[in-house]
């Protein structure tokens, strides 16, 4: 679904683009989701869509550092299209679309306790976002390469390896492999339409999760520093804070959808 949706995006942006070069203005598209090796072991672009998608008025990054939208929360993917022509910018959003830390949904819910204090732990969360992506697939065969000669024909045969080829041919498992921050969030239209019966409990909740979450609540109402809303991070979580805005949606929201 992730690479239907993928595709769409850029097949769109890719029209958009056309359109621009053909009136004039020098134009070309970013792909959806765009690798550059020379950064690091593991999937990184040049642009972050993410902050392309604050500074586009879209959204504010949440807890767990995914772009969230008030419409849809952290459920969707951007795409970027660099031109030459200049447009008029829609306005940031300033105040904080995440609920924040007396929500942590999206902490309670990670598997790996990836999710810190607005930032992430990359390498922790690629292990279950990235089951098959390139870093784990080198990690794998660097293990292969140091195997004694009769246990590495059984590595070679092994689950991984399919899901290896599947992540190279179809980015299948590559990316975007981990569902649970992004299902529990309780911000968007999307999630009281279609998510609220199904993620209402969160199996993964335990109670040091929960006192964390809380621990994080009190150093923000102390004032306490927090590498995550550091005066440079502050940009693109909301410099106004959290004011209520996921009520203010839902309660609209309601308004025109009644039972
Ligand atoms: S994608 Fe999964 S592992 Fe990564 S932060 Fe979200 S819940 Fe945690
Ligand atoms: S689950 Fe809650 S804390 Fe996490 S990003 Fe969504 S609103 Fe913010």
């Known amino acids: 679904m992730d690479m239907l949706v993928l595709r769409k995006m850029d097949k769109v942006a890719w029209r958009l683009a056309n359109e621009m070069e053909a009136i004039g203005h020098p134009t070309f598209v970013t792909a959806a989701q765009e690798t550059d090796w020379d950064y690091k072991r593991a999937s990184y672009g040049r642009l972050s869509t993410r902050h392309l998608g604050v500074e586009a008025g879209l959204g504010t990054l949440g807890l ?10 952290p459920r969707i993917y951007l795409t970027g ?18 609920i ?14 990836a999710v810190q204090h607005f930032g992430i732990d990359k390498r922790a969360c690629a ?6 992506g390139f870093m784990t697939m080198l990690q794998y065969m660097e293990r292969v390469i140091d195997a004694p000669a009769v246990e590495r024909a059984a590595m ?3 689950r ?10 179809r980015v299948v498992g590559s990316f975007g492999d981990c569902p649970r921050c992004l299902a ?34 009190a150093d923000r109402l102390e004032g306490k520093p927090v590498a995550g809303l550091s005066p440079w991070n502050e940009r693109w979580v909301g410099p106004e ?5 996921v009520a203010k949606q839902l309660a609209a929201f309601k308004r025109k959808t009644p039972e």
């Open 160 to 169: 991984d390896m399919y899901g290896f080829w599947q992540g190279l041919l």
């Open 156 to 158: 070679l045969k092994k």
């Open 100 to 113: 924040g830390e007396s929500c942590s949904r999206c902490l309670h819910a990670c598997p790996a306790d």
């Open 81 to 98: 299209i660099l031109t030459e022509l200049e447009l008029e910018p829609d306005e940031r959003i300033t105040e904080q679309v995440c």
């Open 64 to 73: 767990e550092v995914n772009i969230l939208t008030p419409e849809f929360g």
């Open 127 to 132: 292990g279950e976002a990235q089951e098959y």
């Open 184 to 217: 529990v969030c309780p911000v968007g239209n999307d999630y009281h339409l279609h998510l609220v019966d199904h993620q209402k409990v969160i199996p993964e909740r335990t109670p040091a999760k929960l006192a964390l979450g809380k621990r994080w609540k």
């Open 241 to 245: 804070g959290y004011k209520g805005m």
